[in-house]
């Protein structure tokens, strides 16, 4: 058999260090055994998916040299591999799962399904909702259908029993069908859910072994039973464990830069993220903390990976990417590496237009310019003395703006300064009040070029994460009551 791994990321938001994680061990696991690593765009989220997403993928894994044979931007012989190419595909296979009696068509409505919920419930019934409770009279069905009501398609699950998924890594899994939806396979838009299209397409690519994270698991059941409709052998099944917090919690933005744009924008070397990553969970034989990618495709076994959750800790990654610029970089190699990285003529050609206003002499330069070389800025609470908003409107401020921009699609200066002149208005601040503090997160100081070309030149990951930051130094760990108030105000304003 040709081992054949994939990862499937869906391109929405930033490309999240979790993806190249899970990237890392399908590229070892398939290079270890002479086989392909291909690359699939999960995009069947029409309204969640972006091409800037797709392509800030293909970016960072590059840059990060976790390299596929097969994908939407090389081709290979089982494309398209953009899941919104597939539509045809899915509905012909979901077609033939309706003609076999494995799936029907369910018209119920939201409310509808609301109900059957509580219903259930009141009995005392703990389940997930299944073809009995769902189903319809035949000619309610009709009725429906000739209105032209919207339908989904969902598929036949048993009401219970147990159900046993094979793990590479944890063995046999037992499962409870009864906590396991009658899921939809195809939307009422006609389009495919994630668990219809991935099983579709992991058969029709030939993939061997699913190597993804573990939260995917209690998805195994409803990909079991498709591959048994199907009569199709199912790809090996090794669910990988989570990257944490260091509080142990789940590895989230809130608490740690999960895009791997930010690291890149932060100065990290790709060698020593990669090298981290291969360290979250691994080990190599020795035990040694600094190694190369061709080191761990050597050494590669999955079966060392532990499943106690890795822990992301950003300090021992520094410390790490230091061992790597000390030990593997002459003076010269880290000359051009720091020249590619910021100090480059392209960079220089976009800052300069808006430092050259303030210069009088050439020095000038530098401290104009040095916040946006630098990774987080050395504030304190006291740096926000000169704002003239009490600490409400601040945390506002700053918080809801960082909210605004998380959703900001497009990144550039007349986006963001719309984006935040709506804020502004809404919150019944003066616009030069509004963005004092925006300026002290961003710049470090009131006295900067516009806010709005520095957030665009400082690009998304590395204005969001200043914000996260400074909202850090001036509140702490916002706790949970303040935080549901804080959602609560924000919600309040649209
Ligand atoms: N599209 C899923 C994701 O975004 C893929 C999960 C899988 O690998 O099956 O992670």
Same mark, same amino acid.
């Given at each position: ?14 490309? &999240? ?75 012909? &296979? ?100 994630? &668990?219809?299209? *991935? ?45 944490? *917090? ?52 050597? &050494? ?7 499943? /106690? ?65 630098? /990774? ?119």
């Amino acid at each position: 058999m040709t081992v054949r791994t994939r990862i499937a990321p869906s391109p929405t938001g930033d490309p &999240h260090v979790g993806t190249a994680y899970v990237a890392l061990f399908n590229l070892a696991f398939a290079k270890k055994h002479g086989g392909e690593f291909i690359l699939r765009i999960e995009d069947t989220d029409l309204t969640r998916s972006t091409k800037e997403s797709e392509q800030a993928i293909f970016d960072s894994l590059r840059w990060m040299g976790l390299d596929w044979a097969e994908g939407p931007d090389v081709g290979g012989p089982y494309g398209p591999y953009r899941q919104s190419e597939r539509g045809d595909i899915y509905a012909e &296979h979901c077609q033939i799962l309706l003609d076999r009696g494995h799936a029907f068509k369910c018209y119920r409505t939201p409310e509808e399904l609301d109900e059957l919920r509580v219903s259930l419930k009141e009995q005392g019934i703990n389940r997930a909702l299944k073809f009995c409770d769902l189903e319809l009279p035949a000619d309610e069905v009709a009725k429906r259908e000739a209105q032209g009501a919207p339908f989904v398609v969902r598929m036949h699950v048993p009401v219970d029993g147990r159900v046993e998924i094979d793990d590479m890594l944890r063995g046999v899994i037992e499962l409870d069908w009864a906590l396991v939806d009658a899921q939809i396979l195809l939307k009422s838009d006609g389009m495919p859910t994630y &668990h219809l299209a *991935n099983v579709v397409d992991d058969h029709l690519m030939q993939i061997s072994h699913v190597l993804r994270g573990e939260e995917w698991i209690n998805s195994a059941p409803k990909h079991k039973l498709l591959y048994q409709y199907f009569g199709w052998d199912m790809p090996v099944l090794c669910h990988l464990p989570l990257l944490r *917090n260091p509080d142990k919690s789940k590895l989230s933005k809130r608490k740690n830069p999960t895009s791997i744009l930010y690291y890149q924008r932060m100065g990290f070397l790709p060698e020593a993220l990669l090298n981290y990553l291969a360290r979250m969970g691994w080990s190599m034989p020795d035990e040694r903390e600094k190694f190369s990618l061709d080191d761990m495709l050597t &050494h590669f076994d999955i079966q060392r990976v532990s499943l /106690g959750g890795p822990i992301f800790d950003i300090e021992k990654l520094r410390w790490l990417n230091g061992l790597w610029l000390r030990e593997d970089f002459s003076i010269e190699q880290l000359a051009d590496c720091l020249q590619s990285w910021a100090f480059n003529r392209d960079n220089l050609i976009k800052v300069l237009p808006h430092a050259q206003q303030r210069m009088e002499v050439l020095s000038d330069f530098a401290p104009l310019a040095s916040f946006l070389a630098s /990774g987080m800025l050395p504030l304190t609470p006291a740096s926000f003395a000169e704002c003239k908003l009490d600490e409400d409107q601040l945390k506002a401020v700053l918080q809801f703006s960082l909210w605004r921009l998380e959703g900001l699609r497009q990144w550039q200066r007349d986006d963001i300064f719309a984006t935040l002149k709506l804020l502004a208005d809404q919150l019944g601040l003066k616009l030069r009040d509004f963005l004092a503090p925006l300026f002290i997160a961003i710049a470090g100081t009131t006295s900067s070029f516009s806010v709005m070309d520095a957030m665009d030149l400082l690009g998304p990951d590395m204005s969001r994460a200043r914000l996260r930051y400074a909202l850090n130094v001036l509140f702490g760990d916002i706790g949970k009551k303040q935080q549901k108030r804080l959602e609560k105000d924000y919600e309040a304003l649209a």
